[in-house]
């Protein structure tokens, strides 16, 4: 059976193509900077957006679903079952190379642990079976430990033993899903780990515990000899008032702290950024400066709303920037671009799904190509040459990038200095924003 039977294999026609299921700018086979756009972007789709999400669950508190797919059934594990097979056809017809889940979004909990690895065992045989069919690859998965009550006050930071239990226990049974389909990654990202009411709230504690279920992770990676890369999704609020890992360098301090910057690096998102209020290019820059870049959800927020709108990313300014950030850093190693985007409520038709990819996978195409004139022109490198040339080439910068500078032998030259003014230059900012159009558009 076909779940998309209107819709053949998306292919790339090119600028100018007036298909709309067709790529304008996403050119798999493209070789740029030394490169297949596939091999740079390493797409995927996510899984609660595009087949576990209705225009109701979690998206409109006033609404009701207003999306009807083909998989829907009342048994919700047959459910599970044709959702499975739609998401190997709708992968193949994108040509996208990977996909990322949530436990939840694949297999219905039932009413025990038991139960829910049961089911999970089923639908992730069969995800096995069509990886296999159709070279498909999951960049990730991750445990949904913040959607059921038991989770109301956080997993890893929970003030209940009972709940870290729990927890502990749906995150053994993804990384043996990990190791089962070969994840490339695991993801955490701590949606209820964080507090409501800091006087009732014992914040060590909850720091310490959660550090420690990181550890046993890792320790229980190791046991049944998983490899793939842990990656940590900051977030600054949404569920949670305040979240633990509230951005990059909030998650890289609690990283390095409890040493676990040797295992794990970030997933991030560009709606979370935002929402953090800084820039996309901003949180990959900071993680990459630390070494710990590691995968990217490719979405764009609403900055008239002030929540997570998951939206498929078109802002080219921005998604250019993001592209550029990531290809300045080297790549994504085993990370890739995961569209953690739905569609607006109102875009009802289930080839809409297409469309929104389509759109994302255009945009970033852009951008790498955009990307690709800037390095190669050394734009933004040349103004950042120029800008710290005092450091370079003067013996007092020089005397500080090499660490034998002093306060006094800088104080020293300082004053030796007497009235002599510090030269201003100008950084010609409107003017580099303007270059900066010329290469986008
Ligand atoms: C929610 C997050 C979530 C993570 C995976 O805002 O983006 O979907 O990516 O749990
Ligand atoms: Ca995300
Ligand atoms: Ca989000």
Redesign the pocket.
């Known amino acids: 059976m076909s779940y998309f039977p209107d819709v053949a294999k998306i292919k790339y026609e090119g600028k100018g193509s007036k298909n709309p299921f067709a790529f304008k700018h996403y050119n798999p086979e493209e070789i740029v900077l030394g490169k297949t756009m596939e091999d740079h972007m390493r797409f995927a789709v996510?899984y609660?957006?595009t087949f576990a999400s209705d225009g109701a669950k979690g998206q409109d508190p006033f609404g009701m679903k207003t999306m009807t797919r083909p998989w829907e059934s009342t048994d919700p594990l047959e459910e599970a079952r044709q959702k499975a097979y739609a998401n190997f056809e709708f992968l193949e017809k994108l040509g996208v190379p990977f996909f990322?889940f949530?436990d939840l979004d694949v297999a219905p909990e039932g009413t025990s642990l038991e139960e829910y690895h049961a089911n999970l065992d089923e639908i992730t045989d069969i995800f096995k079976a069509e990886m296999e069919r159709t070279g498909i690859k999951l960049l990730w998965n991750?445990?949904?430990a913040?959607s059921h009550p038991r989770f109301v006050n956080g997993a890893a930071t929970s003030p209940n033993a009972e709940t870290y239990a729990h927890a502990a226990a749906q995150v053994k049974k993804g990384l043996d899903i990990a190791k089962k389909l070969g994840a490339e990654n695991y993801?955490?990202?701590g949606?209820r780990e964080g507090y409501e009411y800091l006087q009732i709230t014992d914040y060590k504690l909850e720091q310490d515990n959660q550090a420690k279920f990181y550890w046993m992770a890792v320790n229980y990676a190791k046991e049944i000899g998983y490899t793939g890369q842990f990656l940590i999704?900051p977030?600054p609020k949404?569920p949670t008032k305040h979240q633990y890992d509230f951005d990059s360098a909030t998650t890289i301090a609690f990283l390095k702290s409890y040493g676990l910057d040797e295992h794990f690096k970030l997933?991030l998102?560009a709606?979370?950024a935002t929402l953090a209020m800084h820039t996309f290019d901003h949180e990959i820059r900071v993680a990459a400066a630390a070494g710990l870049l590691g995968s990217i959800?490719a979405?764009q927020g609403d900055l008239l709303l002030g929540w997570?709108t998951?939206e498929f990313p078109t802002d080219l300014a921005a998604s250019t920037l993001a592209v550029y950030e990531i290809v300045k850093a080297g790549g994504l190693g085993s990370g890739g671009v995961?569209f953690?985007s739905k569609v607006r409520r109102s875009s009802t038709d289930l080839n809409d799904l297409f469309l929104a990819h389509i759109a994302g996978m255009d945009t970033w195409a852009r951008a790498l190509k955009t990307t690709e004139r800037l390095i190669n022109d050394k734009f933004f490198d040349n103004i950042v040459t120029e800008r710290y040339d005092t450091f370079y080439n003067t013996e007092v910068g020089k005397s500080v990038l090499d660490g034998t500078a002093t306060l006094a032998s800088l104080s020293e030259y300082a004053i030796a200095k007497k009235d002599e003014q510090i030269k201003v230059i100008s950084d010609r900012l409107e003017y580099v924003k303007a270059q900066l159009n010329e290469y986008i558009f």
Do not use: L
């Open positions: 996510a609660w957006h990322a949530h991750t445990s949904n913040f993801v955490f990202w949606g999704e977030k949404e997933n998102e709606n979370h959800d979405n997570d998951d995961n953690d």
